[in-house]
């Protein structure tokens, strides 16, 4: 566990710029890996940038908000699929890299426990997690992870797959459980897909995790027959191998090895590879023999899962907010290969940070085609001692771009040349400069009109996060930002989103880019690919051109389906909740979390733009960073006028009916003038929905535990909080209270509890 011991002294300032760096690249590479099905970093990277986030929010306690990573899993769930609401928290793992680090967390284990501990031992398979919930024996629904808490609905794909059954064999079955596992191809099945692939002429996948998550978050509507049976070869060759329960308080097995037997009696997929050892050694003996095999197993992994096996230490040792304290990830050393770096270019993101990029000669590494990896920053090249033409060396864990370890220095020919940092952006020749004097990243200091950043956040106002518009992803941002016809593009910025016109689009040619180093992504043959996306050649079908009536294209083309849906779904974003929008304005440090908060108290951007930085910052899950971040955006010219326009458009800034300033809160509820923290996991509540409830009914629903908290409803995996509310004496309660408390109010508690003494 990252305790900050092997942290330098910094400024609170300093460690503060650090801290948003770290959210700013863990959660762009969350939202990439979960909702875009992309890999931008390897795994040790991200975990490294998790470990540097743990230890300085340890140290700097007052630079952890609700939005932090550490604090959440996945990413939220799009409006491509209907939302569902897991009736038990989907957890991720915490990881280990060494086996000093897995007798160390099995030393801790067996302390906490105070008793023998024994140890079940899986594979972990590279793959997209599911839950199946089955009703009194019957499939009734299956989703993604999503955040956790709420997930994908992709019951229609799931119901295709083979081995996943219907109804459940034999009896006993519980009303409701949820049967978590993990999606994936067996090597064989991913090989026989790539070869279908050819062969009707599409594109190969790169490797079997994103093609599995591909193949199962697809849907059948608007596909022709072609699609639709390229649809079904990806579908039935998906697997599924099932690994534990959620939602079953009391199943009537007392071990985690017991649950896989009672899985597999009911006819789900089990692994046939898991085993039960009385010792972290036997499980340590264990990770090892398979990393030793790892690639003569059928399908791809990338560690081993050791679980706690007996069901009632999992709830005595609890979770964190995101991982659960009784199982843990053992990930395998990353595998490495050797290949030409033969450029590194650099690219601007949409906060404007220039990240040098290494282009490679094409690798496969741990079962994908690699070609491409971030570099961070100028100093990380020159610590590396990479020169442009070098052999060098590419680490590789599992599904995900490499890192650059370091050149063959032994292999250089001396045509090799130093890398040089440019000092304009290369997309719109602004000198770069760092943000702060002594920042090591430089920035392109253009945020208004440089292509690059106008192009980032647009496709981010497009992104599940934010506005969820279908369709507005980075080859449309780029048509509508950068396109190379027309000349002047439809978007200078972000503010004429809601004008567009079908005549905007019509005309538009882009060249595709690639979306880490933004460079022009070109075809066989060397040409930069160009599409037209918003037109199609007219068809003896369609009506003949007439000039005078709505816009319809030419004599030569029409609007394309792609234009119409996209116009038709930006139309729809105008009646997105409030906090959606706070998200897409782009403002730093406001994630979904500080934007539901101020959504919630203020009600409109109105209200909060007129807000003083005080008012802002009392505001629970605010604080002062992100009020100096909203004020310090509101200061901005140009920033206004995306408010203006948008609103002057039609896009709905307000929550409808909310009162003003203060009446999510104050609306003279049971809970008017109490304040209440949720904690653990409450039956019959996400966390969200936790807090949503302590709001409606006139509380505070507060993040953290102290002297002025009224309750605290704890449930499994409450942790730290219950122990702080334990050390004030604050009264705790736990989900059947809750109910009655966000329902009827305290006196209804109190009542309670005296019929039941």
């Not at 040790?44 to 550490?70: F, K, V």
């Not at 920053?377 to 610590?383: C, R």
């Not at 005309?507 to 690919?529: A, Y």
Request: net charge negative; hydrophobic share 40%; charged share 25%.
């Amino acid at each position: 566990m990252a305790d900050g011991s092997d942290i330098p002294e910094l400024t609170l300032d300093a460690a503060r710029d650090e801290v948003q760096s770290l959210i700013d690249r863990i959660i762009g590479a969350r939202d990439a890996y979960y909702g875009r099905d992309t890999v931008v970093v390897d795994d040790q990277t991200y975990d490294g940038w998790m470990h540097r986030l743990e230890a300085l929010e340890r140290l700097y306690p007052e630079l952890q908000s609700q939005d932090s990573p550490r604090l959440t899993v996945g990413a939220a769930s799009g409006t491509l699929f209907d939302p569902v609401e897991h009736a038990e928290r989907m957890l991720s793992l915490d990881n280990v890299f060494s086996d000093e680090e897995f007798l160390a967390w099995a030393a801790k284990v067996e302390r906490d426990a105070g008793r023998p501990v024994h140890y079940l031992c899986e594979l972990k398979i590279d793959g997209l997690a599911l839950s199946l919930r089955y009703e009194h024996g019957r499939l009734t629904s299956a989703a993604t992870r999503g955040d956790g808490r709420v997930g994908e609905d992709v019951t229609e794909n799931v119901r295709r797959i083979p081995g996943i059954p219907q109804r459940l064999r034999g009896t006993g079955h519980p009303p409701l459980v949820e049967v978590r596992g993990e999606v994936f191809f067996d090597v064989a099945d991913f090989e026989a897909l790539n070869a279908y692939q050819a062969s009707v002429g599409d594109r190969l996948f790169a490797n079997p995790r994103n093609a599995a998550s591909g193949s199962l978050r697809q849907k059948a509507e608007g596909k022709n027959e072609r699609q639709l049976e390229a649809m079904r070869q990806r579908v039935s060759r998906l697997r599924l191998t099932v690994h534990g329960i959620g939602a079953w308080p009391d199943p009537p097995v007392s071990t985690q090895s017991e649950v896989y037997g009672l899985l597999a009696s009911w006819g789900l997929p089990t692994s046939r590879y898991f085993e039960v050892t009385d010792s972290a050694v036997g499980a340590d003996a264990y990770i090892r023999r398979y990393g030793e095999n790892r690639h003569s197993i059928e399908h791809e992994i990338d560690g081993v899962v050791v679980k706690v096996d007996e069901l009632a230490l999992h709830d005595e040792l609890g979770a964190t907010s995101r991982a659960p304290r009784w199982a843990i990830a053992y990930k395998y050393p990353p595998e490495e290969v050797n290949t030409k770096l033969l450029d590194i270019v650099v690219s601007v993101g949409r906060t404007g940070r220039a990240t040098p990029f290494a282009v490679m000669e094409p690798a496969r590494v741990a079962g994908s085609v690699v070609r491409q990896a971030t570099l961070h920053n100028q100093d990380v090249v020159k610590a590396k001692g990479v020169l442009i033409g070098d052999t060098i060396v590419l680490r590789k864990a599992g599904d995900v771009i490499p890192e650059v370890l370091g050149p063959v220095v032994e292999l250089r020919d001396g045509t090799e040349r130093e890398f040089v940092m440019p000092t304009r952006c290369p997309e719109c020749g602004f000198p770069l400069a760092p943000a702060k004097e002594g920042d090591i990243d430089l920035r392109c200091p253009n945020s208004r009109s440089c292509p690059a950043q106008v192009r980032g956040r647009v496709e981010h106002i497009g992104s599940r996060g934010a506005l969820d518009i279908e369709g507005l992803g980075e080859v449309s941002a780029a048509a509508l930002t950068q396109p190379v016809r027309p000349e002047r593009p439809p978007l200078d910025t972000e503010a004429g989103l809601f004008d567009l016109r079908p005549e905007d689009l019509f005309g538009i040619d882009v060249v595709v880019r690639d979306s880490e180093t933004g460079l022009p992504r070109l075809d066989d043959d060397g040409i930069p690919d160009t599409r037209s996306p918003f037109r199609r050649q007219r068809k003896k079908s369609d009506p003949p051109y007439d000039g005078d009536g709505p816009f319809d294209g030419d004599e030569a083309a029409v609007l394309s389906k792609s234009a119409v849906e996209l116009l038709a779904n930006i139309d729809a974003a105008k009646t997105r909740d409030l906090w959606r929008f706070l998200v897409a304005l782009n403002i730093r440090h406001v994630g979904p979390v500080a934007a539901r908060a101020l959504a919630q108290w203020f009600g409109s951007v109105d209200a909060i733009r007129a807000a003083s930085r005080d008012e802002l910052a009392d505001v629970e899950g605010v604080g002062g960073i992100i009020a100096d971040a909203v004020i310090d955006w509101f200061e901005v010219d140009w920033h206004r006028e995306i408010v203006d326009r948008w609103g002057a458009a039609g896009a709905r800034l307000t929550t409808p009916g909310h009162p003003g300033p203060g009446a999510a809160t104050a609306s003279g509820g049971v809970l008017d003038g109490l304040t209440v923290v949720a904690t653990g996991s409450l039956d019959g509540y996400s966390r969200e929905g936790a807090q949503q409830a302590i709001i409606d009914a006139g509380g505070k629903a507060a993040s953290s535990v102290s002297k002025k908290t009224d309750f605290v409803a704890a449930g499994p995996g409450a942790g730290s909080k219950l122990a702080k509310a334990e050390e004030l004496g604050v009264r705790i309660i736990d989900a059947s209270q809750f109910r009655v408390l966000v329902e009827q109010g305290p006196a209804a508690l109190d009542a309670a509890r005296s019929d039941a003494g």
